[in-house]
C-alpha cells in the first residue's frame, strides 16, 4: 500500500477550507468542483455547482490531504468527528508552526510542548471542526 491519505469532508464550506489549509502548509490543491464533473443536472442550483467536489492538497511525494464537499442532499455531522488527522513533521519549529497556524479561531485541545513520546506534540480543533495532532518525535524515549 503506497499510502493512506485523510480526506474530509464539508457541508458546503470546502472551498473556504482549501483556502486555509493552502495558507498553513504553502502547497497548491488541485480542485475539481462539481460543475467541472460533466453530466450534472440542469437544475443544480449555481451554488452547488461551484461546491468541491474533490480537492487534494500534496503534504510530500505520498501524502495527500484530501477534501469534498458533500454531494447535493446530504450532510456531515461534524459536531464529534471519529478521526484525527496527525502530522509527523521534520522539526520541532515546523510542528510548533503548523500548530499555531491551525489553532487560529480553533480549540485547543493540548497545548503544544514535550510529551512523553515526542519531542513536541499538540492537539487542536481548527476553526473547521477537524481534529489534529501535530507531533515531532525528534529524539524522545518512549
Known amino acids: 500500500m503506497p499510502a493512506v491519505n485523510p480526506?474530509?469532508?464539508?457541508?458546503?464550506?470546502a472551498g473556504e477550507a482549501v483556502d486555509f489549509y493552502q495558507s498553513v502548509f504553502g502547497i497548491e490543491p488541485i480542485?475539481?468542483?462539481f460543475r467541472d464533473?460533466?453530466?450534472?443536472?440542469?437544475?443544480?442550483?449555481?451554488?452547488?455547482?461551484?461546491?468541491?467536489?474533490n480537492a487534494q492538497l500534496?503534504?510530500?511525494?505520498t501524502n495527500i490531504l484530501m477534501l469534498s464537499d458533500c454531494p447535493p442532499g446530504t450532510e456531515i455531522d461534524n459536531s464529534k468527528p471519529a478521526f484525527t488527522v496527525q502530522?509527523?513533521?521534520d522539526s520541532a519549529e515546523e510542528a510548533e508552526r503548523l500548530f499555531n497556524a491551525l489553532a487560529?479561531?480553533?480549540k485547543v485541545e493540548m497545548p503544544?510542548?514535550?510529551v512523553q513520546w515526542a519531542e513536541?506534540?499538540?492537539?487542536l480543533t481548527d476553526k473547521f471542526s477537524v481534529p489534529w495532532m501535530v507531533n515531532y518525535t525528534g529524539n524522545a524515549q518512549m
Request: no cysteine; aromatic share 10%; glycine share 12%.
Open 31 to 33: 480542485i475539481t468542483r
Open 112 to 114: 503544544f510542548g514535550p
Open 120 to 123: 513536541a506534540f499538540g492537539m
Open 37 to 53: 464533473m460533466g453530466d450534472t443536472p440542469a437544475d443544480m442550483p449555481e451554488d452547488v455547482l461551484n461546491r468541491v467536489a
Open 7 to 13: 480526506y474530509l469532508l464539508f457541508n458546503g464550506n
Open 104 to 106: 487560529v479561531e480553533g
Open 58 to 61: 500534496p503534504l510530500s511525494e
Open 87 to 89: 502530522l509527523e513533521t
